[in-house]
């Protein structure tokens, strides 16, 4: 073979091996990695943004009925943001925390808050209907006459835990009866669960808060 011809042949066989390359890399990228829809577009279709937030002032006037009076309009108005800032942060069907007993993969429920909303709005169409005025704009006996008929078929004999709550009602309510404050508050002193403590403070006893039965008898 002359110079010619070899020149020739290597610059050819180069440009098909480059090409032949190339295409396995197409074919494999196409082929074999990317998703085939088979005409079914949802494969690609980007999950829609989350619907957040609440009728603040539904919500408020809901928990109005459901959290204790004694906590004072400025304490139920902070339960209130902490459930709805709660709420609004979840991940629905997120892996849980893997626990002791088990071993398998387990994921938190679908997300309730679309539910929840829709149980807000229906107190509001309930109370038009049977008291001819918003649910806001009721005096918080009707408002709690309106809620009892909405959780009638709401049977259970415990506060479930916020997210298998049957009612955003019964949410609410568990979300702040889960709450440190809300432990606080039932035991008379300052044991804030679930925080970090110092070891220094592990046999200090807890100092009991003013107003309730632990500070009195102390």
């Known amino acids: 073979m002359s110079e010619t011809s070899r020149r020739t042949f290597l610059k050819t066989a180069t440009a098909i091996a480059a090409g032949s390359a190339t295409a396995g890399l197409v074919a494999t990228t196409v082929g074999a990695c990317a998703p085939t829809t088979n005409g079914d577009t949802s494969v690609a279709r980007t999950a829609s943004a989350r619907v957040t937030g609440f009728n603040r002032a539904q919500l408020d006037a809901l928990g109005e009925v459901m959290l204790p009076s004694s906590l004072g309009m400025s304490v139920r108005a902070a339960a209130v943001t902490a459930f709805v800032t709660w709420i609004d942060a979840y991940e629905p069907v997120a892996e849980e925390m893997h626990g002791y007993g088990y071993a398998d993969v387990r994921y938190l429920p679908p997300d309730p808050a679309p539910?929840?909303?829709?149980?807000?709005d229906g107190l509001d169409i309930l109370a038009r209907k049977s008291r001819g005025k918003a649910f806001v704009a009721l005096d918080?006996?009707?408002?709690e006459r309106i809620v009892a008929a909405a959780l009638r078929t709401s049977r259970s004999d415990r506060l479930p835990s916020p997210l298998a709550a049957s009612h955003i009602a019964l949410a609410l309510l568990a979300h702040?009866?889960?709450?440190p404050s809300a432990w606080n508050l039932a035991l008379g002193v300052d044991v804030t669960p679930s925080s970090c403590r110092l070891l220094n403070d592990a046999l200090r006893k807890p100092l009991p808060i003013a107003g309730t039965a632990g500070a009195t008898s102390a």
Do not use: C, E, F
């Not at 702040?176 to 709450?179: D, G, K, P």
């Open 115 to 120: 539910a929840w909303r829709a149980q807000l």
């Open 140 to 143: 918080v006996t009707s408002r």
């Open 176 to 179: 702040w009866a889960s709450s």
